[in-house]
């Protein structure tokens, strides 16, 4: 006796659906009504399944897979295994001390298939009847499948065409290959499974589009709203999985700088990483150096020699990190940046001067706008935006130690749901007329008397594009640290005694 599953059975049409225009010649005729939900062992699911690449070369190719990547498969085995964030460490980094991190791999996403009839046929075969999944119903929401084995742990391959066609879920279910030298997961971890019944290619290809591509993904980054609670959890304690939360946290300030409107980056990052040639307009950046540069300033753990991040670090052993929300922590960096470039846009500064009038000759378009947002200037560079927040993270750190009430900040802001960008203007608001404020508006004056023309703008004297050359590389982020916190002390404000300590820590 064959082995049988029981499925529930449920309805997705309108009756207006039946107006549409169902073309065998298409490869769209007209599909069932009904719909099957069911679970079984992976291993099993993986054996029943096929899955037809697309490829380019073949003519009315009926695939719709992407190449299977193997690292993918082996990282979702992975994390059946270990869950987040264990999975994501490197070997070396897995062991007792790590070993805290390790959570169930739960994959509650349904894989989604198509049970092939008896009379569909692809690329030329068709399932043996042999091998058919055969469903029975008595109209109800219940149905039952027979399967072409008697144990659905057996080790069973198909004579020919495999009885399912995978629409979606390819990786998650090649992670449980039998063959696979590196472990086999468990015979008996079940899969749920949403599967269709003699459904066309056309229809097939329109439903991966649906699932894939059409539509908007859920923002994953009210997750990191709870960063401060997730801080103290003892597991987090570990560098290499902050690290995880950190470049994600980085990069969720990264995609709201470039999405906000109040943000002197609004559309101005190279989130793609292009070429300058299809880059936004005067984005000098990559989303990549904004990541790198903000995970390693204000979402800094302060272990070892590196600086201790605002947004990161404890303030103090009692009170640990700030308790500020992304939202709050976008705002600073938007306010923070928003007081640089009024600072720098101000055509009495010699630098600027020199760069709206290159050698003294006038321009079409003499802006000092062109000292932010021009290619000549450090501050639409990486190595520039990497100086401004590293010495701007250690600075506001260490008057966060030292004035805790002014980093004390009332918002209506809720941390640890989704955020909107009204959250984030909120935040801006908020930080407007307060003493922080004050002291980044005091940040900004000094920063912007830095000169920031690059070592290939015009009227930089040889002696001095070899310093800013010098600024070009992983040493010279510190080269330039150094001399941004030379040029701070110097500066008639409250800012200066911080940056002159700051300065003899790198002595």
């Known amino acids: 006796m064959a082995d049988t599953i029981q499925a529930i059975r449920f309805k997705q049409w309108l009756p207006e659906w039946d107006e549409f225009d169902f073309d065998p010649a298409q490869h769209r005729r007209k599909p069932e009504d009904h719909i099957l939900l069911f679970s079984m062992p992976a291993v099993q699911l993986r054996a029943l399944s096929g899955v037809y690449r697309r490829t380019r070369e073949r003519e009315g190719g009926e695939g719709l897979q992407r190449l299977h990547d193997p690292r993918r498969s082996a990282a979702i085995r992975d994390f059946v295994r270990f869950g987040h964030p264990y999975s994501s460490l490197p070997q070396a980094a897995r062991n007792e001390d790590s070993a805290a991190m ?58 020919g065409l495999e009885p399912f066609e995978v629409i979606d879920g390819q990786h ?135 600086a201790s991040g605002l947004f990161a670090a404890d303030i103090t052993p009692v009170t640990g990190p700030l308790p500020w929300s992304r939202p709050q922590q976008a705002a600073f960096l938007i306010t923070l940046w928003n007081a640089i470039e009024a600072a720098v846009c101000d055509p009495a ?36 935006v990497r100086g401004v927040l590293a010495v701007a993270n250690e600075i506001f750190y260490s008057l966060a130690r030292l004035r805790p009430e002014v980093f004390e900040l009332s918002t209506r802001v809720v941390a640890g749901v989704a955020t909107s960008p009204e959250d984030v203007t909120t935040a801006v608001i908020e930080l407007d007329g307060t003493e922080l404020k004050r002291l980044i508006s005091s940040f900004a004056q000094a920063i912007a008397q830095f000169d920031w ?55």
């Open 349 to 384: 500064l010699p630098w600027v001067a020199a760069l709206m009038h290159p050698d003294g000759q006038a321009t079409f378009d003499p802006s000092p706008q062109l000292a932010f947002t021009g290619s000549r200037t450090m501050l639409n560079q990486e190595q520039g």
């Open 102 to 159: 390790r959570k169930p791999g739960w994959l509650p996403t349904a894989i989604v298939v198509n049970i092939l009839t008896e009379s569909d046929q692809r690329r030329g075969q068709k399932v043996a009847a042999c091998d058919l999944v055969r469903i029975t119903h008595d109209d109800s929401t219940r149905a039952e499948l027979t399967l072409p084995y008697l144990d659905r742990l057996e080790k069973w391959t198909p004579s």
């Open 172 to 306: 998650r279910l090649w992670a449980f290959d039998e063959a696979l030298a590196d472990g086999a997961l468990p015979g008996d971890f079940e899969l749920p499974v949403v599967a269709f019944t003699g459904l066309d290619v056309g229809w097939q290809a329109y439903l991966f589009w649906s699932i894939n591509v059409s539509p908007k993904r859920i923002n994953p980054s009210h997750a990191f709203d709870l960063f401060p609670l997730l801080r103290s959890a003892e597991w987090l304690e570990t560098l290499s999985d902050l690290r995880i939360y950190r470049q994600a946290r980085a990069q969720e300030l990264t995609e709201i700088l470039f999405n906000q409107p109040e943000s002197p980056f609004h559309n101005r990052i190279n989130m793609l990483g292009e070429s300058s040639k299809t880059a936004p307009s005067g984005a000098g950046v990559t989303q990549a150096g904004w990541v790198q540069a903000i995970t390693t300033s204000f979402l800094s753990t302060g272990s070892g020699r590196s």
């Open 453 to 507: 023309r690059s070592a290939d703008a015009p009227g930089v004297n040889d002696e001095l594009r070899l310093v800013k050359r010098a600024f070009r590389g992983s040493s010279g982020y510190v080269a330039l640290r150094e001399q941004l916190f030379s040029h701070l002390a110097g500066a008639p404000n409250d800012i200066a005694a911080v940056a002159a300590e700051s300065l003899a820590r790198l002595s």
